[in-house]
Structures are given as structure tokens and as C-alpha cells.
């Protein structure tokens, strides 16, 4: 099974950067993409950027721009980082990682959460 842990969320105002940052753990996998995803209130889950192991990344053009996406491979850590942020960036933003067991089966798993808040 895979652990994803999120860090970085928080409250910011509007125009400043965040960097959030989530880590894979776990046994008897391999990572194949990693990437963030974002859920205001009322709304559905919605992509945000990903990152597959070829390095093509995929972002909302939402975001595009503002956002980089990034990933450490060694430590198994995506990252998202964030300028020029707006009040709608305001959600509770998720890690996501698919992985391919040792057993051979793929799988997505997510993170727990982390809030972002940003106030105009």
C-alpha cells in the first residue's frame, strides 16, 4: 500500500506564493504519476496539475502559468508551487499518486488534504 502525506496548506492573501509538497511511503509499489487535485465547497473534485514518470506535464488552464508542478523521483515527493495566488485558488487541494503494485495491479491513492485559504 502506498501512504501519501501533504504539507505546506495554509492561509494566504491574495498574490502571494504557497509551495505545497506531498510524499509518497509504502511497500511493494512503483510510482507511474503523481499530481494535485482541488475541491471547493459545493464543487467537484477538479485536476490541478499532474506529472507523469515521462516528465509531460498537465496543467488546468486554470492554473497555467501561476503553477509549476514538480517531483522528486529519489524521495518519492511531488511538489506544487504556486504564485500569483487568487481567492477562487481557495479549496482543500489533494495529493495523488497512481502506482503499480508488485502484485501488478494499478492503483490511485490520495492524500488526506490540506486546506488553502486565500483571502482578498
Known amino acids: 500500500q502506498v501512504q501519501l502525506v501533504e504539507s505546506g496548506g495554509g492561509l494566504v492573501q491574495a498574490g502571494r506564493s504557497l509551495r505545497l509538497s506531498c510524499a509518497a511511503s509504502g511497500s511493494l509499489f512503483n510510482i507511474n504519476a503523481m499530481g494535485w487535485y482541488r475541491q471547493a465547497p459545493g464543487k467537484q473534485r477538479e485536476l490541478v496539475a499532474t506529472?507523469?514518470?515521462?516528465?509531460?506535464?498537465n496543467y488546468a488552464d486554470s492554473v497555467k502559468g501561476r503553477c509549476t508542478i514538480s517531483r522528486d523521483n529519489a524521495k518519492n515527493t511531488v511538489y506544487l508551487q504556486m504564485n500569483s495566488l487568487k481567492p477562487e485558488d481557495t479549496a482543500v487541494y489533494y495529493c495523488n499518486a497512481v502506482a503499480t503494485m508488485r502484485v501488478g495491479a494499478i492503483r490511485d491513492y490520495w492524500g488526506q488534504g490540506t486546506q488553502v485559504t486565500v483571502s482578498t
Open positions: 506529472m507523469p514518470n515521462s516528465g509531460v506535464t
